[in-house]
């Protein structure tokens, strides 16, 4: 279970409180301070929340972030928002929120090298490397594609149950966009793997696996099978697609990624939730009809949802949603303490005929 998540439940806090408390350095776990909301905590570790604990750092930024040690630095991409600068020179990008962000938390000269990039309207994981020797260790990762990226999608149609889309890509294919190349055309060669997770009327809600990075990739070999993602404005066919609830965007979302550390060599994995415009689309999806589960093999059940590789494993977790109210679960003046994933115990209720005074929250 993620840090933030543990303290918020055994506290009482809202996701947000629990997140900047951990990054203030006001949560212990089993005894030693920790600041990354990010943190896998093992169920019976023993937290200690301090609110009154001076704050370690003081961090303004617009940024999400997932992971963050010394040598990398793994972020919570919005949607509508671009990686890096175009010819344009935009200010507010990704990778300027990144260098934001390290600068006013460890208060020296930030570096995020840039190691891969989401198209602007997709949102997800990303990484960024925290010094040169990182960043060719993750980017020599990436080249051979020794890396674990899963997407969720919305794609329109009812695509076959699962299948390996292997097709060169080429850079112009006419209009300005990429697209397949054609028998006897020169392209680089490109694998998307996928697997339907719901069918809905009219569309489907699929995992998909890269096991090459082109740019626009997804988005090309799904048009290319006659089933766009959902909200695309270049990449679609125009048939069908109107009918279905109006997306705000591509409905792309990176949702896992993970990696060997380029300093330890172990396995690092991370999950980003599913943004809210994605799962509003999804529900409007699910209203139009009952959704149809994918047919089983023979003699073997299949899951609602992918098996996350090795690195995921205990890592992810929904976000709660953000509560208000004061916080409970410690005294003023000095920290609580609960084991990861415990709330406090509720007091009995009022004997019949007392009215009970306190608050709600």
Do not use: C
């Not at 990704?94 to 390290?102: E, F, G, I, P, S």
């Not at 198209?119 to 490397?129: E, N, P, R």
């Not at 997770?197 to 569309?203: I, M, S, T, V």
């Not at 099978?225 to 679609?236: A, E, K, N, Q, S």
């Amino acid at each position: 279970m993620r840090l933030d998540l543990a303290v918020a439940r055994a506290f009482h806090l809202s996701r947000r409180a629990a997140r900047d408390a951990v990054r203030a350095g006001r949560v212990d776990r089993d005894g030693v301070t920790v600041d990354e909301p990010g943190l896998d905590v093992a169920a019976g570790a023993r937290l200690a929340w301090d609110p009154n604990r001076p704050a370690r750092h003081n961090v303004r930024t617009r940024l999400a972030v997932l992971h963050d040690d010394e040598e990398v630095l793994i972020v919570d991409k919005p949607a509508g928002l671009l990686t890096v600068p175009t010819a344009e020179r935009e200010s507010d990008t990704l990778h300027a929120r990144a260098l934001d962000y390290l600068q006013h938390r460890y208060h020296r000269r930030p570096y995020a090298g840039i190691v891969h990039r989401l198209d602007k309207d997709t949102s997800g994981a990303l990484v960024f490397a925290r010094n040169r020797e990182a960043l060719h260790a993750l980017q020599a990762l990436f080249r051979v594609h020794d890396i674990e990226r899963e997407y969720l999608a919305l794609v329109a149609g009812a695509p076959p149950d699962s299948g390996i889309l292997d097709a060169d890509l080429v850079r112009d294919a006419g209009l300005g966009r990429r697209g397949v190349a054609r028998r006897g055309e020169a392209g680089r060669r490109a694998v998307t793997r996928y697997r339907v997770l719901e069918r809905l009327r009219g569309a489907a809600l699929v995992s998909i696996h890269l096991e090459t990075g082109r740019t626009h990739q997804i988005r090309v070999h799904f048009l290319s099978i006659g089933h766009p993602v959902l909200g695309d404005r270049v990449y679609r066919t125009g048939q069908g697609e109107a009918a279905l609830p109006a997306a705000p965007r591509q409905m792309l979302h990176a949702r896992r990624l993970g990696f060997r550390h380029p300093g330890t060599g172990e396995g690092i994995g991370v999950e980003s939730p599913v943004p809210p415009d994605f799962e509003r689309v999804l529900a409007a999806l699910r209203e139009r009809g009952r959704p149809r589960p994918v047919p089983a093999e023979p003699g073997r059940t299949v899951a609602p949802g992918p098996a996350a590789p090795a690195a995921f494993r205990g890592k992810a977790e929904s976000p709660s949603r953000s509560g208000g109210g004061p916080p409970r679960g410690g005294a003023p003046g000095r920290s609580a303490e609960r084991p990861a994933g415990t709330a406090p115990k509720t007091k009995a209720p009022p004997k019949r005929g007392l009215r009970d005074k306190r608050n709600e929250t």
